[in-house]
């Protein structure tokens, strides 16, 4: 059964950067399976909303509301997948949560808390 692990959120000032990771493991037949990650968001009073979303074959798709900020990468010898944040805002203050496409609900994890001060 595929298992994931996030990491990285933090505290950082408006304007800074962070990487977060979610790295897979697993069978490797269930990890070959996957038809990708998605990375979602849950800011306070919200409900949890996707933001990126990465296929199989390294297609990435980011909302529209981070686009110009954040990034996708990965690593598969790792089966890791990597949301660069770079220019955060307040505004992306919240959880982070990593799943897989489509989601499971088997696979939310406790989330990545980052905070975004002035």
């Known amino acids: 059964q595929v298992r994931l692990v996030e990491s990285g959120g933090g505290l950082v000032q408006a304007g800074g950067s962070l990487r977060l990771s979610c790295s897979a493991s697993?069978?490797?037949?269930?990890?070959?399976?996957?038809?990708?990650w998605t990375w979602y968001r849950q800011t306070p009073g919200a409900q949890r909303v996707q933001i990126a979303y990465?296929?199989?074959?390294?297609?990435?798709n980011l909302d529209d509301a981070v686009k110009d900020r954040f990034a996708l990468s990965r690593d598969l010898g790792k089966n890791t997948v990597y949301l660069e944040m770079t220019n955060l805002k307040p505004d992306d203050t919240g959880i982070y949560y990593c799943?897989?496409?489509?989601?499971?609900?088997?696979?939310w994890g406790p989330g990545l808390q980052v905070t975004v001060f002035l």
């Open positions: 799943n897989t496409f489509p989601p499971s609900d088997a696979l």
């Open positions: 697993g069978p490797p037949e269930s990890l070959m399976v996957l038809q990708g």
């Open positions: 990465m296929s199989s074959r390294g297609t990435a």
